[in-house]
């Protein structure tokens, strides 16, 4: 069965990097893309970028082009998401997906970041 | 950008009652919609995708339906397991697949 698992909480100081992975199995992972999307506290979801883990191509919603980085370990099966400079309005709870023709079908369980001094 | 508008924001009602959500493109998207559940502490789960197919394991009672800008989920008749938060999400134009911005169906 598919499933993604995603890394452990993560508490950060403003202006450092958190790294965020997010392990697929079941599938293989350069059949599809993988679909980051943030949630803040109490907040909607906020769709942030994809990455397709066959070819590396990226993409991103305008305010994340630059602070975000996403990366594939095919020998591992696993996305990596990093993101730069960090401030405290990036504290949420972060999710990867699946992406399948553009909508997301299988979602890890989600990873808090939280960001304070 | 493509803005997503859904209403009402909080929906009331009744178990066994029908309930029905809307979800406004700012653009036409085709069919390129998505419907989400999220209950509290959860990942969202996907319910309808291409504006009116219903994911695996997704029961009969959730329905999709609209194209180009206006689109509306409907739940038949509401079980205790559907009180939830409910997105939609346009997949037709990157770099952004927009989120609208939830409705609340409560008890």
């Known amino acids: 069965q598919v499933e993604l698992v995603q890394s452990g909480a993560a508490l950060k100081k403003p202006g450092a990097s958190v790294r965020v992975s997010c392990k697929a199995s079941g599938y293989t992972i350069t059949s599809h893309g993988i679909t980051w999307v943030r949630q803040a506290p109490g907040q909607g979801l906020e769709w942030m970028g994809w990455?397709?883990?066959?070819?590396?191509?990226?993409k991103f919603a305008q305010k994340y082009q630059g602070r975000v980085t996403l990366t594939t370990d095919t020998s591992t099966n696993t996305v990596y998401m990093e993101v730069r400079s960090l401030r405290s309005d990036d504290t949420a709870v972060y999710f990867c997906a699946r992406s399948v023709g553009g909508s997301c079908d299988y979602w890890g369980q989600g990873t808090l970041v939280t960001v304070s001094s | 950008e493509i803005v997503m508008t859904q209403s009402p924001a909080t929906l009331s009602v009744s178990p066994g009652e029908r309930a029905t959500l809307s979800c406004r493109a700012s653009?036409?998207?085709?069919?390129?919609l998505a419907w989400y559940q999220q209950k509290p502490g959860q990942a969202p789960r996907r319910l309808i995708y291409?504006?009116?197919t219903r994911a695996t394991g997704i029961p009969a009672r959730f329905s999709g339906s609209g194209s180009g800008t206006e689109f509306t989920l409907t739940i038949s008749s509401l079980q205790s397991e559907d009180f939830a938060v409910y997105y939609c999400?346009?997949?037709?134009?990157?770099?952004?697949?927009?989120f609208g911005q939830g409705t609340k169906v409560e008890i």
């Open positions: 291409g504006a009116s």
């Open positions: 999400q346009q997949y037709k134009k990157w770099p952004l697949y927009s």
């Open positions: 653009q036409n998207i085709d069919y390129d």
């Open positions: 990455i397709s883990p066959y070819n590396g191509d990226t």
